[in-house]
């Protein structure tokens, strides 16, 4: 009988993850010493860790090695039949998304979408495991079979939830179909296709993604591994995962001091930031323009002119009863002239509850 670091060292592997495989019923030890609490094995155990190492490179999940081992020879051919089924079928899918790739490097129009059409064209693929809401746990710095939470790098990140609606509906600047997690980039005009995969400890659900949305924005060599738990299985509407709501049935209060023309000059982080003789920012804003009439109706103009919004507006608050936002505003008065600072409450207060930024609109006319 070999001892559990004899053993490890024959193997390979370190002493903690064969005390995880142990405690997880994969692959248990021959013999503990109820006094030390010793870990022994057989030498013919040497043959079944090597097996155990070989499914994992198969991608093959801990619980699916579990199951293999508890099979007869049998059995085992078959689930490595659909093993290569599944493979074959991701193999298919990754293959169209390179020849999506090449086809749009080619052919790239200025104001073009690369991969929105093809993606959105796609058919869904359900997978009902995966609905409902989702913790971040972690990222690990490379591919497991299994991943222990204390081990994890704990990150800020934007998501520190996810929700994966029935349908793979949108929600925010994401939705999904089966095996991919897709995540919309305006900004880069592209959908990045983010890979994960869902397994077991014990009885909790994870799921490993492979974000390759970090990839792509910070241009690094490998894509972040990131690890997040099952906390529900609730089938979320896409109103459920907003994390704020403001209350739109304000009573109208006249302020005659915004009746007029108004036009986006900045963008602030904070309405302290703006200066008259100083840009933060100097062109292509989404807000282009505002007009204030009586009665509490005013007109965004948005997406350089292209469309335009009709809002309500109340004494220090802009209200927009469709995305049930309010957008609180104050007028600055300097060297003569008058600026609008209001809050941009977009998608970043919906999901986050955050006022990322303010707009600073000048009077253009009365």
Not at 20 to 28: A, E, H, L, N, T
Not at 62 to 70: G, M, S, T, V, Y
Not at 104 to 119: D, F, S, T
Not at 154 to 175: A, I, N, S
């Amino acid at each position: 009988m070999l001892k559990i670091g004899e053993f490890a060292k024959l193997c390979q592997v370190n002493k903690r993850t064969l005390r995880y495989y142990d405690q997880i019923g994969v692959f248990c030890a021959d013999f503990i010493d109820p006094d030390s609490g010793y870990r022994y094995y057989s030498q013919d155990k040497i043959k079944t860790f090597q097996l155990i190492e070989q499914l994992k490179k198969l991608d093959f999940s801990l619980d699916e090695i579990k199951e293999f081992l508890a099979c007869t020879p049998a059995q085992q051919c078959r689930i490595y039949a659909e093993k290569k089924l599944a493979l074959n079928r991701i193999i298919r899918q990754k293959n169209v998304l390179v020849n999506q790739i090449d086809e749009n490097c080619g052919n790239v129009q200025p104001n073009a979408i690369p991969l929105i059409k093809e993606i959105l064209t796609m058919p869904f693929e359900d997978d009902p495991q995966v609905i409902g809401k989702w913790i971040y746990c972690g990222d690990s710095e490379k591919r497991e079979s299994s991943y222990d939470e204390n081990y994890l790098i704990k990150k800020e990140v934007q998501h520190e939830h996810l929700y994966f609606l029935p349908g793979g509906c949108q929600t925010w600047m994401y939705f999904w179909s089966k095996d991919y997690l897709y995540y919309i980039l305006p900004a880069f005009n592209v959908v990045l296709p983010n890979p994960y995969r869902v397994f077991y400890i014990g009885q909790t659900k994870y799921m490993e993604i492979e974000w390759m949305v970090d990839m792509f924005i910070n241009n690094s060599e490998h894509s972040p591994i990131r690890i997040y738990k099952q906390e529900n299985t609730k089938k979320y509407s896409e109103r459920e995962t907003h994390a704020a709501r403001d209350n739109v049935d304000v009573p109208f209060v006249a302020d005659d001091r915004l009746i007029g023309e108004w036009e986006t000059v900045d963008l602030v982080n904070h309405p302290s930031d703006f200066r008259v003789d100083q840009r933060h920012c100097t062109g292509g804003f989404w807000l282009v323009n505002m007009q204030f009439f009586n009665r509490g109706i005013c007109i965004q103009t948005r997406h350089c002119g292209d469309v335009k919004i009709q809002l309500n507006y109340s004494a220090g608050m802009i209200i927009d009863q469709f995305q049930e936002r309010v957008h609180h505003y104050q007028i600055h008065t300097e060297q003569g002239t008058d600026y609008l600072i209001m809050e941009h409450k977009y998608n970043d207060y919906d999901y986050l509850g955050k006022v990322p930024y303010y707009y600073v609109l000048k009077r253009k006319s009365l």
